[in-house]
C-alpha cells in the first residue's frame, strides 16, 4: 500500500527528526506536523542549563529554536499545525483529532507527545510555582531568578539541581528538597547519587534529604514552603521537579496499548499498523538490553524520531532500533555523564576521587557484563564507555580497558 500522508504529533525533537527523517528517505507524500505549543521545534536540555546561566549587561540567551519556520514550510514542505493540542486518534478513519475542532489524516503516524512534568499537588493557581519542561517555564523561571528569587526546589534529580546551579551562580540562597533519603537512585544507583549530591554541598546549596513537602502557603502568590519536619522555608520561586509522565491522553481509548508510554516492538512499532511511536513517549523493546524501555534523553529522542518515520513509511523494510542510553547533566562547574543501564549487581569506582581529584569514572556490572558507567568530569573517556556498551563487553575486559584509561592523582 502507498502511503500518501505522514502525520507526525508532537513538535519536539522527536518530531522533527520524522519529518527531516521521512524527506531524507525521500518521501513525497504530505507530511504534518501537529504541536500543542504555540512554538517552533526547540531544543529541551538547555532550558534547565545555559538558559537560565547569567548573562549580564541584559543579554539575553540564545535562542533554542532548531530550525526556522520557512525552512519547515518551503524547504522540508511541513503543514505546521501548532498551538493546538491532539485531543483524540481515530485508527479506525486513520485521523488525528486537534484541538476538538480538527481532524488530520495518516497513512502513518509518528506519535512523538512526549511526557508532561508532574504537578505538586496543591500548588493550583499560586503564582510562582513553576516546573521547567517548556520554554515559557525557562522564561519565567530566568525572570524569577534575575529579579533575586529566594528560591526552593522540590526534587533533587538532574532538573532541579541544574536549576539549583543556576541560582548559585547568580549568588541566590537555593534549598532542594528531596523525598528520598538518597537522591538520584533510580537513575544513577544508591553509591553515585549521594556522591553527585555532594555537590551541591561544595557549591553552597542547601540540600534536604528525606523530607517531603507538607504543603504551600500564599496569598495568590507562593510566600513559604511547609515541609513534613514542621519547617518552613521562605520562598519567593519553586520550581517543581518530581519527575514526568508521558503524554499519552489524548490516545486512551483508541486501542493504542498503553503501558507507562506507547507500547512498541523494536522497531518502534506499535501494536496497530501504521502508528510508530519515538521520544520520552515510546516504550519500546531494546534488543541491545534485552528489556522494554522509556527514555527521557536527547539522544534516544533524535534517533528513535527518524528511526520511527522510515519504519513507518517502510514497514516491510522496517529496522529494529537498539541503542546504548546516554544523557548528561551540568551542575555548577561539573559534567554528569551516564551511559547504559544503572545495574544493581555492582557498582565499581575505577578511576578518580571526586573530592580530591575533581573527576570519577565508575562502572556498573550486571551480570559478567558491563551494563552501564558514569563519569563526573570525565567527558574523554564516556563515549569510549558507550562503545564497549555496544559491543556487550564483558565485565572482566571492562574493568581491563578502565586501567588503560586511569588517570593519576592530583598530589
Known amino acids: 500500500m502507498t502511503i500518501e500522508n505522514l502525520t507526525v504529533v508532537g513538535a519536539s525533537l522527536a518530531g522533527l527528526r520524522a519529518v527531516e527523517a521521512a524527506r531524507k528517505a525521500g ?12 512554538h517552533l521545534p526547540y531544543d529541551r536540555p538547555p532550558l534547565s542549563k545555559a ?28 503543514e505546521l499545525v501548532l498551538g493546538a493540542p491532539a485531543t483524540g486518534l481515530d485508527v ?26 508532574r504537578q505538586l499537588p496543591g500548588a493550583e493557581g499560586l503564582a510562582g510555582v513553576h516546573t521547567l519542561r517548556t520554554l515559557d517555564d525557562a522564561i519565567a523561571v530566568r525572570a524569577a531568578l534575575e529579579a533575586g528569587a529566594r528560591t526552593v526546589v522540590i526534587g533533587a534529580g538532574f532538573i532541579g539541581s541544574e ?9 541566590l540562597e537555593v534549598t532542594v528538597i528531596e523525598a528520598l533519603p538518597t537522591p538520584l537512585v533510580r537513575s544513577i544507583g544508591e553509591l553515585m547519587g549521594p ?8 557549591n553552597g546549596t542547601d540540600l534536604r534529604c528525606g523530607v517531603g513537602v507538607a504543603g504551600l502557603e500564599g496569598n495568590g502568590r507562593v510566600e513559604r514552603v511547609v515541609l513534613a519536619d514542621g519547617t518552613s522555608l521562605e520562598a519567593d520561586l519553586v520550581v517543581v521537579g518530581i519527575g514526568a509522565v508521558p503524554a499519552t491522553e489524548w490516545v ?26 519515538a ?22 529522542a533524535a534517533e528513535q524520531g527518524a528511526f520511527a518515520a522510515r519504519n513507518a513509511l517502510n514497514p516491510v523494510a522496517a529496522k529494529p ?72 563487553t564483558g565485565w572482566a575486559d571492562a574493568l581491563a580497558f578502565a586501567e588503560t584509561k586511569r588517570r593519576a592523582p592530583i598530589s
Request: net charge negative; glycine share 12%; charged share 25%.
Open 195 to 202: 556522591l553527585c549530591s555532594t555537590l551541591h554541598v561544595r
Open 279 to 300: 521520544g520520552d513517549v515510546a516504550r519500546w523493546h531494546n534488543p541491545l538490553f534485552e528489556r522494554s524501555m522509556r527514555l527521557e534523553h536527547w539522544t534516544s
Open 163 to 171: 536549576v539549583a546551579s543556576g541560582a548559585r551562580k547568580r549568588g
Open 252 to 277: 486512551e481509548g483508541s486501542g493504542v496499548a498503553l503501558d507507562n508510554g506507547v507500547v512498541c516492538d523494536e522497531t518502534l512499532r506499535s501494536g496497530i499498523e501504521g502508528i510508530y511511536a
Open 321 to 392: 532500533y537498539a541503542t546504548v542510553p546516554y544523557f548528561w547533566s551540568d551542575w555548577y562547574d561539573s559534567r554528569i555523564q551516564f551511559v547504559g543501564v544503572p545495574a544493581t549487581d555492582e557498582v565499581r569506582i575505577v578511576d578518580g576521587d571526586l573530592e580530591r581529584d575533581g573527576h570519577c569514572v565508575a562502572l556498573y556490572r550486571e551480570g559478567d557484563r558491563l551494563a552501564g558507567a558514569l563519569t563526573i568530569n570525565g567527558q574523554s573517556v564516556i563515549m569510549k564507555y558507550r562503545g564497549l556498551l555496544m559491543k556487550r
Open 92 to 117: 479506525h478513519e486513520h485521523v488525528v483529532e486537534v484541538g476538538g475542532d480538527r481532524q488530520v489524516p495518516y497513512g502513518a503516524l509518528v506519535i512523538a507527545t512526549g511526557a508532561s512534568a
Open 51 to 78: 538558559y537560565l546561566d547569567p548573562l549580564g549587561d541584559g543579554a539575553e540567551p540564545d535562542s533554542t529554536q532548531f530550525r526556522t519556520e520557512d525552512y519547515l514550510r518551503s524547504e522540508l514542505g511541513v
Open 27 to 38: 518521501f513525497t507524500g504530505t507530511v504534518t506536523m501537529v504541536g500543542a505549543e504555540e
